[in-house]
């Protein structure tokens, strides 16, 4: 899993290590849960071309976060 925080708000997605593992994506089933990044439903292929920056599977609004450590 990749995760990256922004602006009060973490995005997660797969490592692109896990997406070549994975190969062509052809169907993605997002979670529940926070925002969806919808065009995966329709162009999971996103997520095989850049997972960190457009191929991200749910994004959190992050409320009283703490400090993160590196």
Not at 8 to 34: F, N, Y
Not at 44 to 66: F, H
Request: glycine fraction near 8%; charged fraction near 25%.
């Amino acid at each position: 899993m990749s995760l990256t925080m922004s602006g009060g708000k973490a995005r997660v997605g797969i490592t692109d290590h896990a997406q070549k593992q994975l190969g062509d994506l052809a169907h993605v089933e997002q979670p529940t849960i926070g925002d969806r990044f919808d065009a995966l439903s329709d162009e999971p292929e996103l997520i095989n071309e850049d997972p960190y920056s457009v191929g991200w599977l749910v994004e959190i609004s992050l409320k009283n976060r703490a400090p993160t450590a590196c």
